[in-house]
């Protein structure tokens, strides 16, 4: 699991839930005020954002050239990246 320097991560609502188990900070970012709630007072994460707080139109990054001048990182993930920690994380999650 990707864990900054500041022992904080932002993920999906699964991992968040194991980043917590690990003492993490989680900040969950969800669809309305609803699953916000959700994030927070079910699944204990420390805050939450709406996607749609913003009134304004959300569009995709325009100024991804500058990860370049910055030497910067900016890397996705999909589950299934890590289908050979599955056992591992599945012992993890049963403690």
Known sequence: MPVNNLGWVV???VI???AKIKNCK????????DKC??????????GA???YNNADEVKGSS???????CRATMKGMVVF???KDYRKAAQQMGQ
């Open 26 to 33: 989680v900040i969950g970012i969800a669809g309305g005020v």
């Open 63 to 69: 100024n991804y050239l500058s990860l370049l001048v």
């Open 37 to 46: 709630n959700y994030l927070i007072d079910t699944l204990g994460f420390d």
């Open 11 to 13: 993920i999906g609502s």
């Open 49 to 51: 954002i709406s996607q």
């Open 81 to 83: 990246d890590y289908a």
């Open 16 to 18: 968040g839930q194991i």
